[in-house]
């Protein structure tokens, strides 16, 4: 089983500032998939960012990266120059790549993001 | 990028009733869908994965006569809370996935169905 956890309910940033958000997950799989989820007031939920545990390259998007450190089982957001339109709650997610369990989603607690202008 | 509608949107019904929520994939077919429950400010539970053509799948703890999954095509899977009750009262969001392609690694997420039982 995975398990994924966030330490953080809320963080808050000053608009144009960075913000990094946390996440540790557990899994005894070798291959697997990390998610960051952003879910705005709508709930609507919108992919940010993913990360391939075989790849050793942080993914970047534009504004977002992520610090993936795979033997400490860390995977952290970067939100760099943040936007009002950051503010969200945001959703670490960790994902099996095989076995019966392929395709669900492990889903952190969330962390609440407040962008001050 | 791929689109998942949910209808209706939000739905308010007395208790005792059954309510349908449908899930569909707008321009992809969806071999898997997975139907979460969301309570306010907190996180997404699994509630089933549900497989084109075959029954779907439970997690533990969720009563499965009492949330009824179909998944009958490619495009459409609907969950039917049954005989509901206020307790059943909350946020359910789908999401699909064609998992036949393993480049697609990704779920799109429906708008969510807010659900109010009196």
């Known amino acids: 089983a995975q398990t994924v956890t966030q330490s953080q309910p809320e963080m808050s940033v000053q608009e144009a500032e960075t913000v990094t958000l946390s996440c540790t997950y557990d899994?005894?799989?070798?291959?697997?998939?990390l998610f960051w989820y952003k879910q705005p007031p709508s709930r609507q939920m919108i992919l940010v960012i993913r990360?391939?545990?075989?790849?050793?390259q942080n993914a970047t998007e534009n504004r977002f990266s992520v610090n993936f450190q795979k033997a400490a089982k860390s995977f952290s957001l970067k939100i760099s120059d943040s936007q009002l339109g950051d503010a969200a709650m945001y959703f670490c997610?960790?994902?099996?790549?095989?076995?019966?369990?392929?395709?669900?989603?492990?889903f952190g607690q969330g962390t609440i993001l407040t962008v001050h202008p | 990028g791929a689109v998942v509608s949910q209808h209706p949107s939000r739905v308010i019904c007395k208790s005792g009733t059954s309510v349908k929520i449908e899930c569909r994939s707008l321009?992809?077919?969806?071999?898997?869908m997975f139907w979460y429950r969301q309570f306010p400010k907190q996180s997404l539970m699994l509630m089933a994965t549900?497989?084109?053509?075959?029954?779907?799948?439970?997690e533990q703890g969720v009563e499965k006569d009492k949330f009824l999954i179909n998944h009958a095509s490619l495009t459409l899977s609907t969950l039917t809370v049954t005989s509901a009750h206020p307790e059943d009262s909350s946020f359910y969001i789908c999401?699909?996935?064609?998992?036949?392609?393993?480049?697609?690694?990704?779920?799109?997420f429906g708008p969510g169905t807010r659900l109010l039982v009196l």
């Open positions: 990360q391939e545990a075989y790849k050793q």
């Open positions: 999401s699909a996935a064609d998992l036949r392609d393993y480049t697609v690694e990704t779920q799109y």
């Open positions: 549900s497989n084109e053509g075959s029954k779907a799948t439970y």
């Open positions: 899994t005894s799989e070798s291959d697997y998939y």
């Open positions: 997610a960790s994902r099996h790549a095989g076995g019966t369990s392929y395709g669900k989603l492990t």
């Open positions: 321009d992809f077919q969806a071999t898997t």
